[in-house]
């Protein structure tokens, strides 16, 4: 059973934007946060943004002042806006959730950014 459905991946060039969204199954129990990690060919799994409950969030580095991450008021979607896209944010783009007993991990979305 698909827990995690991520959606909004594509292609674009440089300088654009994308919105990722991933929705969390009714049947998973309440998460403690969601978020977004990604994956470049050769580089190793990192944070891009979580989000918890209250709305607090976190982003990683690379992407501060260009990505925002959101959530709906029932906690069951979140949001990634991507804007000024750059090559280097090529990736896949995966949706975790923490929730009691460890953590899920949505199938992925890639994100290719190219001229």
């Known amino acids: 059973q698909v827990q995690l459905v991520e959606s909004g991946g594509g292609d674009v060039q440089p300088g654009g934007s994308l919105r990722l969204s991933c929705a969390r199954s009714?049947?998973?129990?309440?998460?403690?946060?969601m978020g977004w990690y990604r994956q470049a060919p050769g580089k190793e799994r990192e944070m891009v943004a979580t989000i918890r409950p209250n709305g607090s969030a976190d982003y990683g580095d690379a992407v501060k002042g260009r990505f925002t991450i959101s959530k709906d008021r029932a906690w069951i979607t979140v949001h990634l806006q991507m804007n000024n896209l750059k090559p280097e944010d090529t990736a896949v783009y995966y949706c975790?959730?923490?929730?009691?007993?460890?953590?899920?991990w949505g199938r992925g979305t890639q994100v290719t950014v190219s001229s």
């Open positions: 009714r049947t998973m129990r309440s998460a403690y946060a």
């Open positions: 975790k959730a923490t929730v009691p007993g460890g953590d899920v």
